[in-house]
């Protein structure tokens, strides 16, 4: 890790790298590590070959919850679709590969979707969690900021309390699984190299709730003026399918109907 990477606040940064065993009890409460071995190796470092499909025409990130389906469908969200079916047709068996392997191996069989995040970010806008672990492929180095689900006070009007955050350098071509109670969001980038990260999820995991959400909104609000409930729920920042989300209300996702619970000033800028 280039040592001169710093954060604007104060939230060490720890190396997976090279991680003391005191660290180690820390980064226990929030993700596992799984050493890849000869076969992940060598599948990861196949996906270098499909990156120039994932332009950064902007510096921003970019989403894309399942890959596959988005190469079948065409989705606005690529740039730069290969023009040629026979180039398509093998990324596709690549990551079904790819997807079949990690839903076998580390979901239990359970249906799953291959996505992509990528691109420039300095921002912690927004903290998510899902209801089940979460695997991340790094494809280049990057810094993870997590948080603690249990730490969360729903009651506490001043949101989320940053100083519980922890922050983890993660090198290229390693694999985490992410707990379920771990809060997190897109990846810090380093210095001028955009970030690209291999996302392993449930099936239809972040995709929209469209209308259902306002209906679940509402009917929690209904509860708290009726007095049936006392306070929110966590379904009250349910956000999409699987991922329930609090936000800062500068972040692009709070025009996106996303809640506020990150209550700072400002939204923090981690790195310059």
């Known amino acids: 890790m280039n040592k001169k990477i ?78 040629d079916n026979s180039e398509k047709n093998e990324i596709i068996k690549y990551l079904e590969e790819l997807n079949n392997h990690f839903q076998k191996y580390y979901f239990g069989k359970i249906n799953t979707q291959c996505g992509i995040c990528y691109g420039y970010n300095k921002y912690l806008n927004s903290l998510e969690f899902h209801k089940t672990n979460e695997i991340i492929i790094s494809l280049t180095p990057q810094i993870l900021v997590l948080g603690d689900l249990r730490n969360i006070d729903l009651n506490n009007n001043k949101g989320f309390n940053i100083n519980d955050l922890q922050a983890f350098y993660i090198s290229e071509n390693t694999i985490l699984e992410l707990f379920s109670t771990t809060l997190h969001f897109a990846p810090i980038s380093l210095k001028e190299n955009p970030f690209y990260s291999l996302i392993v999820l449930p099936e239809n995991t972040n995709l929209s709730l469209q209308e259902d959400l306002k209906e679940i909104r509402k009917e929690i609000k209904d509860k708290i003026s009726n007095g049936t409930e006392k306070i929110f729920d966590y379904n009250y920042f349910l956000f999409a399918k699987n991922k329930w989300l609090f936000t800062h209300r500068d972040s692009p996702q709070f025009k996106m109907d996303a809640l506020e619970f990150i209550k700072t000033k400002e939204r923090l800028q981690l790195i310059d």
Do not use: A, T
């Open 6 to 83: 710093k954060f604007n606040y104060n939230i060490k940064i720890h190396n997976l790298d090279k991680i003391s065993h005191k660290e180690k009890k820390i980064f226990n409460r929030f993700l596992f590590f799984h050493k890849p071995n000869n076969y992940e190796y060598d599948l990861i470092k196949k996906f270098n070959n499909y990156l120039k499909i994932f332009p950064v025409s902007e510096k921003r990130v970019y989403y894309i919850p399942s890959i596959i389906n988005n190469l079948n469908d065409s989705i606005k969200n690529y740039n730069s679709l290969p023009s």
